[in-house]
């Protein structure tokens, strides 16, 4: 069992940067692929990026490519989500998650074994 944290959303403005952090308790983190998602109101849970077991691999949805960076501290057990350039369409609730042996490729939401509580971001223009 992997249990998944994650921290640092809130209210900026457009144009402005936040990072995200997923901290994961339970089991050694380097096990697993991480990955990002975020679901808006009204809207289906969307792929935002994943990351391989080492971090040498990672895979960005279009939406998001070139804005936001994913990165991986194993020793602490810990995912982070950078997010530059904010915009009003990236409003949403972030979610972690967490898939056992695989990432930094296109997930599913039905490929996630574990997802964290969620984080609210939101961007006003």
């Known amino acids: 069992q992997v249990q998944l944290v994650e921290s640092g959303g809130g209210l900026v403005q457009a144009g402005d940067s936040l990072r995200l952090s997923c901290a994961a308790s339970?089991?050694?983190?380097?096990?697993?692929?991480m990955g990002w998602f975020r679901q808006a109101p009204g809207k289906a849970r969307e792929f935002v990026g994943s990351?391989?077991?080492?971090?040498?691999?990672?895979y960005y949805a279009d939406s998001v490519k070139g804005r936001f960076t994913i990165s991986r501290d194993n020793a602490k057990n810990t995912v982070y989500l950078q997010m530059n350039g904010l915009q009003s369409a990236d409003t949403a609730v972030y979610y972690c998650?967490?898939?056992?042996?695989?990432?930094?490729?296109?997930?599913?939401?039905?490929?996630?074994?574990?997802w964290g509580q969620g984080t609210q971001v939101t961007v006003s223009s």
């Open positions: 998650a967490a898939r056992l042996g695989t990432g930094g490729t296109y997930w599913r939401p039905d490929e996630v074994q574990y």
């Open positions: 339970g089991r050694t983190l380097s096990a697993y692929g």
């Open positions: 990351i391989s077991l080492g971090g040498t691999r990672i």
